[in-house]
């Protein structure tokens, strides 16, 4: 089946992130294809390379970066979403002017069409989040 | 694009106090572009989304509610108020903004966008829609 992720709160205050991460490579390992992973609201804040949580937990940004770049994922996270919570790429520190950058490996910064799409594209879109 | 699929967008939280209500409308109004077949539903603290005479000031927010009145200009017209959540809050359809739009179908007649459906005409709707974003 094809799938799409949405992902609507932050890692750490809320398991959205945990559950969803468990449940995608589930799915990718029962064969499943990921169309994409949408990070919207705070869920944006799973996108920043900065985070440094303590050594004995896990670190939640590295297993989505290391998911992505083991299956190819393609997550996106929401341009308007990220604005008001400071995830940046080069290009949008450039665009607006920062004096740098936090957006992990595998994470892209894009419009909200691609959730749309994603609803489009996939077979079932599944949401995370309260 | 393909064909055309059934989204349901469901609000279930009220305006301020959190982002939800916010950031779904500013899904709903992108995803108006992609001209699939839209439909919104507000239950529980969502149906306060909709009430009319919102005034932020003193919470220093922006009040975006007359936002929802351009939903009828971008084709979104099927707005699905639960009745239960209304009744349980104290509130009737008359304390909603009159959400209109004009059908194109039927010489650009005014209609009404909002429908007050009970929670089973509600999940009956929810279980014919084939991408459902909850906020």
Known sequence: ?130 | MSDIKKFMYVNRKAPYGTIYALESLEVVLIGAAFEQDVALAFVDDGVYQLTKGQDTKGIGVKNFSPTYNALGDYDVNKIYVEKESLESRGLTVDDLMPLKYEDEDDDWAEKDSIHVVSSAELSEIMDQSDVVLSF
């Open chain 1, 1 to 130: 089946m094809k799938l799409s992720i949405q992902i609507n709160e932050g890692p750490y205050t809320h398991a959205a992130s945990d559950t969803a991460y468990q449940f995608t490579k589930a799915a990718l390992e029962k064969g499943h294809e990921i169309f994409r992973v949408f990070f919207y609201h705070d869920g944006v804040n799973n996108g920043t390379r900065f985070t440094t949580p303590p050594q004995d937990d896990r670190n939640l940004v590295n297993l989505w970066s290391e998911l992505a770049a083991k299956h190819n994922l393609d997550m996106v996270v929401c341009v308007a979403a990220a604005q008001r919570r400071g995830i940046v790429d080069p290009d949008e520190a450039k665009r607006n002017g920062k004096d740098g950058d936090n957006i992990a490996p595998g994470f892209r910064i894009s419009g909200l069409g691609q959730l749309i799409e994603a609803g489009i594209q996939s077979d079932r879109l599944v949401v995370f989040g309260d």
